[in-house]
């Protein structure tokens, strides 16, 4: 049985963002989940800047965990990319896993 994800610091998104190529409806789209820790991770390495081991620091996790985040994270967005498939990013993806508001306030996504 695999071990349990630990949580992870992310920043709170307000449910579902849904992203997808502009003429073609949704519901021919082929979807791709980007969760949220994965967002999180580039978020904080190609958007803010930081190294991974800052990056690993703030959400509470490992360097190497850092690095695998960001690789299938930016997996999944350059293949949405390249064929025009829905990107959905859902907060459940941390929130679900006993996530409470004070584990929320001990970290710092600002």
Known sequence: ?????????????????????????????????????????????????????????TMGISRGTVQRLLRSGRAKIADALLHNKMIMINDHSIKGRGETDEFRKNCNTD
Request: hydrophobic share 35%; net charge positive; aromatic share 6%.
């Open 1 to 57: 049985m695999p071990r349990h994800k630990k949580r992870r610091c992310c920043r709170y998104l307000g449910g579902k963002k849904v992203f997808k190529p502009i003429a073609i409806p949704a519901v021919e789209l082929e979807t791709v989940e980007v969760e949220l820790d994965e967002f999180e991770a580039i978020r904080l390495c190609d958007l803010d800047g930081r190294n991974q081991i800052e990056a690993g620091g």
